[in-house]
């Protein structure tokens, strides 16, 4: 017995016969990577990752700096912001100091030293370390 129902008329082109294989959101899809393909390719996006390595310098000591006079302002140490840049950048002091308060910050700024080294030799040696 034959099919009695009419066929069905495509409400949408992709229900339609010929309609092709992929979901309609393949192309925006297609498109999104490509694009970000050739943005990744770019030789000015590469220039400016290698341009950054001066910024990452730049934030290191920033973070050096805050970091220690951030802390040790806490705990009570007199040096102003500028005798801290100047002592941990230059290893000198400007002006009048407490000795205490010096010697608190380089040995802060020493500590602050051993962390980011064990921080980088644990990164270098992190799965050797996870598997002894």
Known sequence: ?????????????YDSPKSPRFPPRFGSRLLAFLALSLHWFNPLVWCAFFLS???MERLSRRFTVDFNYNSNHIE??????????ILLLFGKVIGE???RDVQ??????AGLRMMKYEAKRMRM???MMVNE
């Open 1 to 13: 017995f034959p099919d009695a129902t009419p066929p069905r008329a495509a409400s949408h082109p």
């Open 97 to 99: 100091a407490d000795v």
């Open 76 to 85: 009570g140490s007199t040096l102003t912001y500028g005798q801290t840049e």
């Open 53 to 55: 390595e001066k910024d």
């Open 104 to 109: 608190e910050m380089t040995a802060s700024n």
């Open 125 to 127: 040696y992190g799965d």
